[in-house]
Structure formats: structure tokens, C-alpha cells
């Protein structure tokens, strides 16, 4: 059979594959590399979240990503290799602690930033001086990029700002006819985007909280800069989106709040004004349905609740609701990635 015969072409001109985790079909996988190789764009499963991915080190191919997510050209890509040696390569310092993290949570969801080697283009560090490196810890990614023989430069597949993808279909109601192929591998386990860890920074800076928490970094590590609190959009207290300190970010379409504890408050109010209402219920607060609103609840454990909280988000925002309202969990290292994609969502 042809490779091109394998996947269905829609009219818009993105070809879908299905692809099984638990054996990926070489077949297919040979199928998404070509395109890699040729400079298209693929997106493709990660135990985090889906990814965008192009040639790193074709320029060109990673245009193409910063133009079919609407990216502005100063947010610098993750580059996504299969191997430690292969992010040896594509640093110009490879520093003992980046050797101990790459030990301890390779492949996993953690992106380290170092110093860029002269190999990466320009255009995946944003014109600076690091680079964002990361081995996925998902069998379809990591069989992409053997199969490939390539570093993969990756963001996640949404246009720029809005939900992240936690699933194909996810995917493809917003980048259809601007990816040439999506590999569809089911859902994603992890759910939220990797810990981003800056190392050229002493001690190391925690940019973007994740799977891995600050508590996690620092038993390896010792102390980190913990992701600071000025970067997250301030909480708000009326029954409307306030304005966030920060651009939004991981944000549903739906006006989105958030509520320190239970919501049913205000969730009540809400709807007694006649809203249709999305609750986002964490399994710990008590609910009581209110009429009109759509309720969804959320595991009470943090791993748990960052692995459905996209797909939840996705639902509410399909849903056309006049609002979405979502409890944040407590302020402890174990919850900090959750009430961050939150208050992120919740930011104007
Ligand atoms: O889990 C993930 O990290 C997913 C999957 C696909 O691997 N990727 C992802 O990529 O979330 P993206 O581009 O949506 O988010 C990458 C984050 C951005 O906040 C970006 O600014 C930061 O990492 N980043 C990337 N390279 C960087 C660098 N050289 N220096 C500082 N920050 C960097
Ligand atoms: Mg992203």
C-alpha cells in the first residue's frame, strides 16, 4: 500500500493518522517523518500535551509553526530530541545539574533551557542565546523522533494563547488545513505543558510550573527560584473575568473565573441572573447543581486533575456557555501547576 493511501485526507488538506501507543505502525511513523524531513509540520502526541512539531534545524520548517499558530516571533519553541546525546548537540553547556535532571526525569515532561549551540537556528530560541530542550516520555513521540533521526521543534498545537491540546480532535478543530499531518494517539496522560527549568541561571529558575513541581526540583537540586507570583494574573473577585496582570494564556474562548474553595456561590448567583454556567468542581467541594449550569467535576488529586483539566476545558468552552466558572486548589507546590493554567485561563 502507498504511504499516502494510509491516512484520511479531509477537504481541508490535514491528513489524520491513527496511531496506536502501544505498537505505532512503522508504517505511519516513516509517513510523518518524510514530512518532517521535507520541512511540513506534524503534530503529534506527548505524554503532556499534543505538539506542533517541524524540523529544528530548518529554519523554514519552523516558520511554518510561528505562522500556523499565530506566534509572536518572540516566544522562543521546545526542541524535542530522542536521546541525551542528542540535547548535548544542540547545547553549547552541558552543566552537571542538566546531566542529574536529564538522569532523574528524561524522557519526562520537563524542558530544560541552556545555552544555545551555533547548529540551532535563530528562529527556536526567538533570536536569544538558550535553547528549550526536552525528551517526551510518550512512545509515539519518541518513535517519531527515532524514526525521523531528527530534533523536533514542538510547541503545543493551539493557536497561539488559547487551550492547549490534549487530544487529536482537539487539534483539529484549530489547525485544520495548517498542519500537514496529525498523528491521533489518544488522549494525553499528563495533561499539562512540562516544568520549564532555566539552568543558566544560579540557583535555576523555575519559568513555567508543571508536572514536576518546585518541591520535586529542589530535592534534586537544591534551591530553586520559584516561578514568581507576580507573573500570575491576579484572582478575581466579581462574577467577571478581571483584568489579568499578564496576557492571557492556555485561556478558553468562554469568559473564564476563578474562586479560591467552593464556587457554588457563585455559581448560584450566575445562574439565578439566567447564565449558563460551566463549573469546574474540584472532588473535595461540595456541589449542588444549579439549574442551567453544566457541571464537571475534577479529581482532588493534582496529577489526576492536571490530566483531565484541558479536556474538561475543552468541553466547557464547545458548550456555548455565557461563562465558565473553575475552584482553584489550594496554594500548595503539589497543586502550583493546576492554579496556574486556571488563573492563566481566567486572565483577560
Ligand atoms: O509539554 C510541553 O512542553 C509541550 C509539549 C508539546 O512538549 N510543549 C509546549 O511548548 O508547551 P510551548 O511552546 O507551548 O511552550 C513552551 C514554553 C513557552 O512558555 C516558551 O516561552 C518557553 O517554554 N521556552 C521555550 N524555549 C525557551 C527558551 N530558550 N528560553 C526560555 N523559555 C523558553
Ligand atoms: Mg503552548
Partial sequence: MPAHTLGMHAAHGTEVLKINPAAPAPAALERAAEVLRRGGLVAFPTETVYGLGAHALDATAVARIYTA??????NPVIVHVADAATAHALAAAWPPMAERMAQAWWPGPLTMVLPRAACVPEIVAAGGGTVGLRMPNHPVALALLRTARLPV???????????????????????AGRVDLILDGGPCSAGI????VDLTTTPPRVLRPGPINPADLERLLGPVTRPSRANLPALASAPLPSPGL?????APRTPTICVEGSAAAQVHALAAQGRKVGWLILEFNAAAAAAGTIQVELPGN??????????????LDAAGLDCIVAELPPETDAWLAVRDRLLRAAAK
Fill in 69 to 74: 499558530k499565530g506566534r509572536p516571533a518572540t
Fill in 153 to 175: 521543534a514542538a510547541p503545543s498545537a493551539n493557536r497561539s494563547s488559547e487551550l492547549s491540546p490534549t487530544r487529536a480532535e482537539h487539534v483539529l478543530a484549530v489547525l
Fill in 193 to 196: 505543558e512540562s516544568t520549564v
Fill in 246 to 250: 499578564l496576557a492571557r494564556h492556555y
Fill in 302 to 315: 493534582p496529577a489526576a486533575c492536571a490530566s483531565a483539566l484541558y479536556d474538561a476545558l475543552h468541553k
